[in-house]
């Protein structure tokens, strides 16, 4: 694993300066220790993303540091495109660092969460956004392509959550958001080991959050539709029609239209827990 820091953040004017002792009832921090502003309300909060590369990562983190937060890119394989998203946050006047860790590996995870806390100083947010498809048909898919795809967008989330844990309990804050999909709410031809993982997101998520409900830690999962990625681009294009065909809104969504629900739930969330936040133009109304 490879923390990089770029040299932005070292004129960044930003502070990572902790809420460490003065936490409000509600989980807010007092403004004069955090240095939040109704501008940057998330000032002096730290948030891991995973994969934050690419895709719907990638406007989450820039989104949560315009918001403020300084941000630890997570990556497993694109490092150019994780330092430019760094870059962005700290063109913004933000902070962030990245860190390369595949997070289907357990001690990674656990890596992953010291690196973050060795270069930012906490974790207050966690965003278990990473996660792979590896479709096929149920008759042909194999045990390893099934475990593949749960350890990574599952395992993972229980093994980070896991890890962060202790450091959100010492401030008795902290806000996690899991990215589940609405394949694991209504299933999907194809993705038999996607949607048993973003399902048993969505159980894991009421479990945690229940547990954890009295500590002002907040746990709650984002289930995007088809949203316009790396994901849905590689999709073929016939395929892709059939797929715009049946979304109500007639389009697909956008990563910074996820990244605005997962910051509302950090920012404005502190009476939310356990709950999914359906973004999905309409694909899903049942939940
Ligand atoms: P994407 O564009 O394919 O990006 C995936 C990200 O995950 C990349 O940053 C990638 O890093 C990272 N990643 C993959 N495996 C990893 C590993 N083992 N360790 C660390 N990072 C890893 O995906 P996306 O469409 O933005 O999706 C993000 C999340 O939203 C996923 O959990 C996905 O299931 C969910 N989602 C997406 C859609 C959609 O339509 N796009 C719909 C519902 C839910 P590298 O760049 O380094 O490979």
Same mark, same amino acid.
């Given at each position: 694993?490879?923390?990089t820091r770029?040299?932005?953040s070292k004129?960044?004017?930003? &502070?990572t300066?902790?809420?460490? #002792?003065?936490?409000?009832?509600?989980?807010a921090a007092?403004a *004069?220790?955090?240095e939040?502003? #109704?501008?940057r309300?998330? *000032?002096?909060? +730290?948030?891991l993303?995973?994969?934050?590369?690419?895709?719907i990562?990638?406007?989450?983190a820039?989104?949560? $540091?315009?918001?403020?937060?300084?941000?630890?890119?997570?990556?497993?394989?694109s490092?150019?495109p994780?330092?430019?998203?760094?870059?962005?946050?700290?063109?913004?006047?933000?902070t962030?660092?990245? @860190?390369?860790a595949?997070?289907?590996?357990?001690?990674?995870?656990? &890596?992953l969460?010291n690196?973050?806390?060795a270069?930012l100083?906490r974790?207050?947010i @966690?965003v278990?956004?990473a996660?792979?498809t590896?479709? $096929?048909?149920?008759?042909?898919m194999d045990?390893?392509?099934?475990?593949?795809?749960i350890n990574?967008?599952?395992?993972?989330?229980?093994? @980070?959550?896991k *890890? +962060?844990m202790?450091n959100?309990?010492?401030r008795?804050?902290?806000r996690?958001?899991?990215m589940s #999909?609405?394949?694991?709410q209504t299933g999907?031809?194809?993705?038999?080991?996607?949607a *048993?993982?973003?399902? $048993?997101?969505?159980g894991l998520?009421?479990v945690?959050? @229940?547990?954890?409900?009295?500590?002002?830690i907040t746990v709650?999962?984002?289930?995007?539709?088809f949203?316009?990625?790396?994901?849905?681009?590689?999709?073929a294009?016939k395929?892709?029609e059939m797929?715009?065909?049946? =979304?109500?809104?007639?389009?697909?969504?956008?990563?910074?239209? =996820?990244a605005?629900?997962?910051v509302?739930?950090?920012?404005?969330?502190s009476?939310?827990?356990?709950?999914?936040l359906n973004?999905?133009g309409?694909v899903?109304t049942?939940?």
């Open positions: 694993m490879t923390p770029s040299n932005r004129r960044s004017n930003h &502070t300066k902790g809420v460490t #002792s003065e936490e409000q009832e509600d989980g007092p *004069a220790v955090a939040a502003t #109704s501008a309300p998330l *000032a002096g909060r +730290v948030a993303v995973t994969g934050a590369s690419r895709g990562g990638a406007a989450t820039k989104a949560l $540091g315009a918001e403020g937060a300084s941000v630890a890119v997570n990556y497993v394989h490092k150019g994780a330092e430019e998203v760094a870059a962005e946050i700290e063109r913004l006047g933000g962030a660092t990245v @860190l390369q595949d997070i289907s590996d357990e001690g990674q995870c656990t &890596t969460v690196d973050t806390i270069a100083g974790v207050d @966690l278990n956004n996660g792979i590896e479709d $096929g048909w149920f008759r042909k045990r390893l392509a099934f475990d593949r795809v990574t967008n599952l395992g993972a989330v229980f093994t @980070l959550m *890890a +962060v202790p959100m309990e010492t008795g804050w902290g996690i958001v899991n #999909s609405f394949v694991g999907n031809l194809t993705q038999a080991n996607y *048993a993982a973003k399902a $048993g997101m969505l998520t009421k945690v959050a @229940l547990e954890y409900a009295t500590k002002g709650n999962a984002v289930a995007p539709g949203i316009e990625t790396d994901m849905v681009t590689i999709i294009p395929i892709q797929l715009l065909a049946k =979304i109500p809104m007639g389009r697909w969504g956008k990563p910074e239209e =996820i605005k629900a997962v509302f739930l950090v920012r404005d969330g009476y939310i827990t356990g709950a999914c973004v999905n309409g899903v049942a939940y």
